[in-house]
């Protein structure tokens, strides 16, 4: 698990290799990652939008971006959680992911929570990050 906390917003990420779903013949490598956001603040916030850096094993990257995460844009109280799941393809047996999602509390004011850099690895391949 990869772990990171900024303002009290600890993100956990726990990623596993779809072995089952990936075609390594044609290049097709699939990542399920769960992540749990938690509140650990004084606020309640709302995740407005997401942001990921996405490098395969060969260093060439693509970001994505947009509202939410999984078609939700989720409220937490203080001590309060939301876990989800998603996917990731790659063209290569490993890469890494690695980027922050953007808060808005009560009063408006937004702030960058940081995600952990994670690793996609075949489990058959040396890790890329440790």
């Known amino acids: 698990m990869y772990r990171e906390t900024t303002d009290g917003i600890e993100i956990i990420v726990e990623p596993q290799y ?3 779903q990936s075609d390594p013949e044609a290049h097709r490598f699939l990542w399920a990652y769960t992540v749990v956001i938690a509140n650990g603040s004084d606020h309640t916030v709302q995740l407005e ?3 990921w850096r996405v490098t395969n094993g ?5 970001e994505v971006e947009g509202p939410g995460v999984v078609g939700e844009q989720p409220i937490l109280a203080p001590g309060d959680s939301y876990q989800y799941t998603s996917g ?4 290569t047996p490993s890469g890494t992911m690695v980027g922050h999602y953007v808060m808005r509390r009560e009063d408006g004011s937004r702030f960058r929570v940081r995600i952990p850099a994670f690793s996609l690895d075949r489990p058959d391949t040396q890790r890329t990050l440790n």
């Open 49 to 51: 939008t997401r942001y």
């Open 58 to 62: 060969l260093g060439q990257v693509e």
């Open 18 to 20: 779809l072995d089952d």
């Open 88 to 91: 990731c393809p790659l063209n």
